[in-house]
């Protein structure tokens, strides 16, 4: 799925989504429209049960939408199946998490290496990308550490980098910066930023973080399911 640099990587269209709470039936988005392109950081903001993490989850292809469509590099995604939308996930997508999510027994590199082992990326240049992440994002001296060893904004770090190494169309990052100080969130964010306009991948966020939303390209606020 290749899509010129005008061409949404990623994009909602009359998006809606329920979920079931026993006889209670919520509303998580109502009637969402939404495109994210190549290169851009977008910020998604609004208090819990929004409907930010549902955005994320349709955005990463982990949940499926009740009614409209979602179009990933201009093709609908609708039609495809479990296996499909895996491949399209290990393929094309990278995530970052609040609580980053890394492998503790794995050092820092191994963490990087897992998603190209996962993808059947030749050994040799499995190290020369990891390597250059690693580099891109500061650590390189720390490839050999376990995550244990590390700061959470270095940990944080190792998450991005894993994220970006399989060189993917999209990120999607849910408050990556909720359990660092501030000076930490700082350098994360540059980082982020950095490596989005570097890589060209789109970024969504998920975000309470004043000092991130100040950083990215465009920030959208939800509340109860629908963009304000």
Known sequence: MSGSKGQPVVELREVRKTYRLGSHVIPALQGIDL???????LALTGPSGSGKSTILNLCGLIDRPDSGAILFAGQPVGGLDEIGRTLLRRDALGFVFQSFNLVPVMTVAENVDYPLFIAGVPPA????????????????????????????????RVAIARALVKRPRL???????????????????????ERCHAEGAAFV?????SRLTSRCDRVLALLDGRLQ
């Open 125 to 156: 240049e499995r190290r020369e990308r990891v390597a250059a992440q690693l580099e891109a994002v500061g650590l390189a001296e720390h490839a050999q550490h376990r995550p244990d060893a590390l700061s959470g904004g270095q940990r944080q």
């Open 35 to 41: 495109a994210v392109r190549r290169g851009e950081l």
């Open 171 to 193: 990120v999607i990052a849910d408050e990556p910066t909720a359990s660092l100080d501030s000076h930490t969130a700082d350098q994360v964010l540059d980082l982020m930023r």
């Open 205 to 209: 966020i998920a975000t309470h973080d």
